[in-house]
C-alpha cells in the first residue's frame, strides 16, 4: 500500500487521524476544494496555500479532454502543471461522463465531448492510464453512478459493473507511488449499499469511497444508505464521501466516521452571491446589504472578513466585477476549511455533539 491512515481520537464513530502517501501527509477529517480543469474557478494555487487547504480535486474528465493528459504529464503533472505542490486526488471521470447519456457496456462507456462534440472511450483500464499521467497523489477506480430515483434492476447493474471495474482498475493499476480508492456504489438501497462495500474492500485499495449520493436523495436517505456502506469499510483505511460540501451533511458524516470530501457547493454559491456563516446562508444581492458596514460573518477570521463590508462586497456583486467571485470564493472556502478544522478540534475534544448541534440550528437538517 502507498497510503496509510493513523486515527489519533475517535468520539462515537467519528474520528481525526493522520493520512500519510507518498508525498506527505494530510490531516482527516478533511475538505478537497474542487479544481475541475486543473484550478479552484475564480483563485489561484498560491491562494490554496493561503488558505491552508492540504488536498485538492482535480477533473479526469475534463483534463483528458482539455489540455489532454499528456500534456499535463509532458508538463510536469498536474503539480507541476498548476503549481501546488499539496496533494491531488482525481475522479476517474465517471461521474461526469455518465451525466451525458453515454453508451454503456460491460467494457466501458462511449461518450461525446462537451468540449467539441468528439466521440471518446474510457474503459477501467484507460481511466487508470490518464490518472497516471496526470500524477495525482490518489486516483479512483471508475465507477457507474446511476441517477436517483432508480430501478432496482438500474441499481444492481450499477453495483455490479463497479464491482467488475473496481477489479480491473485495481489490476491495471501500475503508478509507483500513486494511491488507489475504491468506490462504493447502491442508490439508497440499504443492502445495497452493504454488499457493495464488502466486494469493494474485497478487491482490497488504499482507501474507499462512498458514491452517488447528494444526487436527490432526502438527507436521512442519504445517511441512512452512508452509514450502511461505511459499517464495512474498514476502520485503518481512509473513508471518502463523494460530492457532500454543505454544512450539515459536512458534520453529519464525519459523525458517522468519513474522512474526506469534495464539493464544488462554496465556490459555486460564491460565484451566484450566496455566502456561507455562523448564522446560515446569507444572499449579498439582497437590497438589505446596501449600507451593512459589517463583515461577511463577525465569528470568521478570513482576509475577506476582516477587510471588506457587505456592502462592498454587494456593489461588486452588482457590477459584475471579477472581485466579487475571487472574494466570496475565497470566503466560503476558508469557512468550510475551518467548519471541517473546528468538526477535527472537536472529535480529538470529545465534543463534536455541540458542532453538530450549531449546523443544525444555522443551517436547518
Known amino acids: 500500500m502507498t497510503l496509510r491512515l493513523r486515527v489519533e481520537v475517535t468520539d462515537g464513530a467519528a474520528r481525526a487521524g493522520v493520512v500519510t ?213 474498514p476502520a485503518d483505511a481512509p473513508r471518502y464521501l463523494m460530492g457532500v460540501g454543505d454544512p450539515v451533511g459536512l458534520v453529519e458524516a464525519i459523525a458517522l466516521g468519513i474522512d474526506m470530501f469534495d464539493c464544488v457547493l462554496p465556490t459555486r454559491l460564491a460565484r451566484h452571491g450566496t455566502v456561507l456563516t455562523s448564522a446560515g446562508r446569507l444572499q449579498l444581492r439582497n437590497a438589505a446589504f446596501a449600507r451593512d458596514a459589517g463583515p461577511l460573518d463577525a465569528a470568521c477570521p478570513c482576509a475577506v472578513c476582516a477587510r471588506w463590508s457587505r456592502a462592498y462586497l454587494r456593489h461588486l456583486l452588482r457590477m459584475a466585477d471579477p472581485g466579487a467571485a475571487r472574494l466570496l470564493t475565497l470566503h466560503n472556502l476558508a469557512w468550510t476549511l475551518a467548519l471541517v478544522a473546528r468538526a477535527r478540534s472537536a472529535v480529538l475534544e470529545g465534543t463534536l455533539a455541540a458542532v453538530r448541534a450549531d449546523m443544525a440550528s444555522a443551517y436547518g437538517c
Open 21 to 233: 502517501t507518498a508525498r506527505g501527509a494530510f490531516r482527516t477529517p478533511c475538505f478537497m476544494p474542487v479544481g475541475t480543469r486543473g484550478a479552484v474557478r475564480a483563485v489561484s494555487s498560491a491562494d490554496l496555500e493561503d488558505l491552508g487547504a492540504e488536498v485538492v480535486l482535480a477533473n479526469t474528465y475534463h483534463l483528458m479532454l482539455r489540455p489532454g493528459a499528456d500534456v499535463v504529464d509532458e508538463l510536469g503533472g498536474i503539480h507541476g502543471f498548476a503549481s501546488w505542490s499539496g496533494h491531488v486526488l482525481t475522479d476517474s471521470g465517471g461521474y461526469q461522463v455518465f451525466s451525458l447519456a453515454p453508451k454503456v457496456d460491460d467494457d466501458g462507456v462511449t461518450f461525446r465531448s462537451t468540449y467539441d462534440g468528439s466521440t471518446h472511450r474510457l474503459t477501467p483500464e484507460g481511466a487508470v492510464a490518464v490518472q497516471g499521467l496526470l500524477g495525482a497523489d490518489i486516483a479512483m477506480v471508475l465507477d457507474v453512478c446511476p441517477p436517483l430515483p432508480s430501478s432496482p434492476e438500474a441499481l444492481r447493474s450499477a453495483v455490479e459493473r463497479t464491482a467488475s471495474w473496481a477489479a480491473r482498475c485495481r489490476a491495471a493499476h501500475r503508478r509507483e507511488g500513486q494511491a488507489l480508492f475504491g468506490i462504493v456504489q447502491g442508490g439508497v438501497d440499504d443492502a445495497l449499499r452493504a454488499e457493495s462495500a464488502q466486494r469493494t474492500v474485497a478487491i482490497g485499495f488504499d482507501g474507499y469511497a462512498v458514491g452517488g449520493l447528494s444526487v436527490g436523495e432526502s438527507r436521512p436517505e442519504m445517511l441512512r444508505a452512508l452509514a450502511a456502506a461505511v459499517a464495512w469499510l
